[in-house]
């Protein structure tokens, strides 16, 4: 099983550009193409980042992040959430930049197969950027009155962050 | 507007706990600390976002992202029951949810909102149950191969950045499902 998620990535680089041959597709002028507009959006990413990641390692030295950790730890600790990804549970729904930020910082401090790594990584990988997806249709659509829209979206993030936690723990333990 | 309210936050609450706590020099290490890791997250991700933005871009060029479209479309015939037989609206709605599936981010969008627009249509600035349904699941994450995060734990040392595949599998199945049924059980009573 450990050897099918290992080798899933290149199978799929495999099996794409084999369908692609056959079906006499550019395979090679579709990877550099690609790649380069993975380039641009990545050096797009820079800027906020840096940007997101300085206040994230300020507020991490300051003793902030552990002042709300432990604020919020009871509350998070009974539903099963580890209260060390606070940071990302606040960020997530807001900024997509903030959030890859406030996760990598969590994985590179615990560890990415540490418990609390591996949850970051989850949450990280199963929510998305609520507020900023529902701007960007509301607005393009000229809605007004977007009635049960955001209280739904925030059940299936709420719902991601518990799954995410338990999942973690029911497949890796502890 | 937002960000800049909560960047200064953030930096205003870190000066400030930093004072408070005796932390002060911490702090200044710090924004010194984070500036270089952005640039470092940035970088040591950037390999693996060029490859699958490569690899994508490869996908639906040989169209296995129409082919997924095409699988997808009964199903969503039963999400979307007010727009069954609007056959604009389901060719973009599949096809956005078959970008969102494969990763494709810039795909995604444009045709996720060509549907909102055709479904917003004559609708005088309400949000249809249709239009609720396709921004609730755009708003949760049904990309099948995460591979930024998988980057991000690549770069941090990870044994094995992949196996977190069937937690994301879950917690996203998990995720869906719950914003499913809220916006199905909403629309009944949320007029």
Known sequence: MELFFTMLVPCVMLAVAVTALIRRVDVWGAVTDGARTGLKVSLSIMPPLIGLLTAVYMLR????????????????????????????????PVSGSAALGVGAELIQTYGPDSLIG????????????????????????KIARTRYAIPAALCADAAGFLAASWAVRLIFGG | MAMSVIWTVMVGAAVLC?????????????AL???????????????????????????????IADALSRLLRPVLRRLYPGYAHDQRV??????????????????????????????????????????????????ASLQ???????????????????????????????????GIAAAKLLSRVWR
């Open chain 1, 61 to 92: 030295a300051s003793g902030a992040l552990d002042l709300l950790r432990d604020l919020l730890s009871p509350a998070l600790t009974a539903v099963g959430i580890p209260p060390e990804t606070v940071p990302l549970l606040l960020v997530r």
């Open chain 2, 90 to 139: 389901m060719d973009a709605v599949s096809a956005n949810l078959s970008a969102n599936l494969l990763g494709l981010g810039n795909a995604a969008t444009p045709l996720g909102l060509e549907a909102a627009r055709r479904m917003a249509e004559g609708s005088g600035g309400t949000a249809s149950d249709g239009l609720c349904m396709l921004v609730v699941c755009n708003t």
């Open chain 2, 33 to 63: 600390d984070g500036a270089a890791a952005g640039v470092e997250l940035c970088l040591s991700t950037m390999g693996v976002m060029c490859l699958w933005t490569g690899v994508m871009e490869v996908m639906r060029r040989c169209g």
């Open chain 2, 18 to 30: 930093g004072l408070a706590t005796g932390n002060g020099p911490a702090v200044a290490k710090g």
């Open chain 2, 144 to 178: 099948l191969i995460p591979t930024t995060v998988a980057g991000v734990r690549a770069a941090a040392g990870s044994a094995n950045p992949f196996d977190i595949l069937p937690a994301v599998w879950l917690a996203s199945v998990i995720s869906v499902a719950v």
């Open chain 1, 118 to 141: 591996r949850t970051a990584a989850v949450m990280l990988g199963s929510t998305e950027t609520t507020f900023y997806t529902i701007a960007v249709y509301f607005g393009a659509a």
